[in-house]
């Protein structure tokens, strides 16, 4: 039933790394393809998101990468920061709703 | 800050028992959803509203579960004889998604935490 498929299921990377979480999808009428952050305790967050008719979208540090081709699409964090210390979910909209990717735990060391 | 709201933020209770949970969506939005999240997983949708109708259910969401969304403004879930198997977060959600194709941004709450003894 999953729509999206993601990994790794987890990352450590050294402050500074660049941590790459990537997610394959199968429909090709999906149209959005977001990323959403979740710190322990709280609810999902919208971080960034991409629509196919580009390859790439930056905000600040976070870069979406888009490849419509191979049916996937990464996350990339640049300049990684202790911070970003998070689970990351990729997600893909079908009638109304979202379908999310089982997460990637990612550790930042300082 | 007017995000959503939801209430318990965490539910102990012996198995067999109900739970009622509560969700305040951010007041301008149409859509509500429920999700379930386990350790470890992605938050899996259950239910959602638009206004007042629940447009569409889950197969996950057993004869068990029933949501409400009286008034088109709050939401409650609630779960009868509950099951060690319902332990798990559970993730209301709110959007002014109203577009054919694609998607709004989902603005989720802190979640209710049920733990079935």
């Known amino acids: 039933q999953q729509q999206v498929k993601q990994s790794p299921q987890s990352l450590i990377v050294q402050k500074g790394g660049i941590p790459i979480i990537n997610c394959a999808y199968e429909n090709t009428a999906f149209d959005y393809f977001p990323w959403y952050q979740q710190f322990p305790g709280k609810g999902p967050a919208l971080l960034i998101a991409?629509?196919?008719?580009?390859s790439e979208k930056k905000e600040g540090r976070f870069t979406i990468s888009f490849n419509k081709s191979a049916k996937q699409f990464s996350l990339h964090i640049m300049d990684s920061q202790p911070g970003d210390s998070a689970t990351y979910f990729c997600?893909?909209?079908?009638?109304?709703?979202?379908?999310f990717g089982a997460g990637t735990t990612v550790t930042v060391r300082a | 800050d007017t995000g959503v709201s939801q209430n318990p933020r965490h539910k102990i209770t012996k198995r067999g028992q109900n739970v009622t949970f509560r969700c305040d969506p951010i007041s301008e939005h149409n859509r509500l959803y429920w999700y379930r999240q386990t350790l470890g997983q992605g938050p899996e949708f259950l239910t959602y509203f638009q206004n007042e109708a629940q447009l569409e259910k889950s197969r996950l969401l057993s004869d068990r579960f029933s949501a409400e969304r009286p008034k088109g403004s709050f939401s409650t879930l609630e779960i009868q004889r509950t099951e060690q198997g319902d332990s798990a977060m559970y993730l209301c959600?709110?959007?002014?998604?109203?577009?054919?194709?694609?998607?709004?941004?989902?603005?989720f709450g802190e979640g209710s935490r049920l733990t079935v003894l």
């Open positions: 959600a709110s959007s002014s998604w109203t577009s054919g194709r694609g998607t709004g941004e989902l603005f």
């Open positions: 997600a893909a909209p079908s009638d109304y709703k979202l379908s």
């Open positions: 991409i629509r196919p008719d580009v």
